[in-house]
């Protein structure tokens, strides 16, 4: 087999630089493409001069620039939807694959999570991917929680709350004990468990005691004996 002769040559299409490979074969033509990572290449039969394939890919210049910005454009999307973000959950950090698909879906996978968007090239809809992403896990991971410490204040007699979930900016979670709501931050899905189910007992003794009093505290305390130091680990961790 012959050994490829490729050169590298550089021609001035106006302003701009082009660089491309020039391979001289047994074709008939002169041919030109813009492979798919942004290289220019031609071939070219010997009989044709450098310089005459210098001056027909100088006069080329705009179409192969134009070919070229797409392909390196179609480069960088590939290189987004292969790109790693990190998301903090459940208090660890978690590595967050984009992927693109028709459905849009949060879902954990291994170690890290997948997120599943139309269009993830478009920060914007990825964005919003991700909060609605974000939503649904909130709605699964405090649902269940809810479930497992309503129990004690069923004992108390109080009737089981509807959840809600909020981004808010000053607090973690409220309660509205005459209509049986609670609503939780979304941002508490950053937290450790702990500190979660901390705000949820918070928010389920408001439905026997509405207020910050003493028998209020008394029942927190004995439904969570630390949770002080869940508190603070809370407001360490999540900065509102
Ligand atoms: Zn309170």
Known sequence: MAERKITIRRVMAGEREISYQLERKAVKNLNLRVREDGSVYASAPR??????????VASRGAFILQAVARMEERQRRRALLEQREQLRILGEERPLVLRRGDKLALFQEGEGFILQVKEPDDPVQRQKGLERGLDYLCQEIFQ???????????????????????????????????????????????????????????ELCHLIHPDHSKRFYGLLAAWMPDWKEWKTRLEETVLL
């Not at 009989?47 to 027909?56: K, Q």
């Not at 509807?162 to 509205?176: A, T």
């Open 47 to 56: 009989r044709v001069s450098a310089a005459e394939i210098d001056a027909f």
């Open 144 to 202: 269940g929680m809810l479930e497992e410490l309503y129990p004690l204040a069923a004992k108390q007699g109080a009737a089981k709350p509807l959840l809600r979930i909020r981004r808010m900016k000053s607090r973690w979670g409220s309660c509205l004990p005459g209509k049986g709501i609670i609503t939780l931050n979304k941002r508490l899905l950053e937290a450790p468990r702990g500190c979660i189910q901390y705000v949820i007992l918070h």
